[in-house]
């Protein structure tokens, strides 16, 4: 048996096909809601390819918090998702579908 491929048909799938770059939501910027276990809220944008180390920087810019002093989850304590460094925040399906639909993303910031 003799396996004909159509290389005309394989080029045109490769051009019209998006590039990982086209598909990749890392410049998109999300709104964050930080909460403290005080119940205080911190606001703050991100891209959707910053790390966790980012935004831990950025949250010692606001609250002065050694980002070694806490960890972050995504969600709440029932039903969260602990989110470790050096993963950012495209790496959690459960964000990508947040930002997607254009819902809240929350993380907890539980100290350790």
Same mark, same amino acid.
């Given at each position: 048996?003799? %396996? +004909?491929?159509? =290389? *005309?048909?394989?080029? !045109?799938?490769?051009?019209?096909?998006?590039?990982?770059?086209?598909?990749?939501?890392?410049?998109?910027?999300?709104?964050?809601?930080?909460?403290?276990?005080?119940?205080?809220?911190?606001? %703050? +944008?991100?891209? =959707? *390819?910053?790390?966790? !180390?980012?935004?831990?920087?950025?949250?010692?810019?606001?609250?002065?918090?050694?980002?070694?002093?806490?960890?972050?989850?995504?969600?709440?304590?029932?039903?969260?998702?602990?989110?470790?460094?050096?993963?950012?925040?495209?790496?959690?399906?459960?964000?990508?579908?947040?930002?997607?639909?254009?819902?809240?993303?929350?993380?907890?910031?539980?100290?350790?």
């Amino acid at each position: 048996m003799k %396996l +004909s491929i159509d =290389m *005309g048909a394989v080029n !045109r799938a490769k051009a019209n096909a998006p590039s990982y770059h086209d598909l990749a939501t890392n410049f998109e910027t999300v709104p964050v809601t930080i909460v403290f276990p005080d119940g205080e809220e911190l606001v %703050l +944008s991100f891209l =959707m *390819g910053e790390t966790l !180390r980012e935004i831990k920087h950025k949250v010692f810019d606001e609250k002065q918090l050694w980002g070694q002093d806490f960890k972050m989850y995504l969600g709440f304590v029932s039903q969260a998702t602990y989110m470790m460094d050096p993963l950012s925040l495209n790496d959690f399906p459960a964000v990508c579908e947040l930002a997607s639909s254009k819902q809240s993303i929350r993380i907890a910031v539980v100290f350790n």
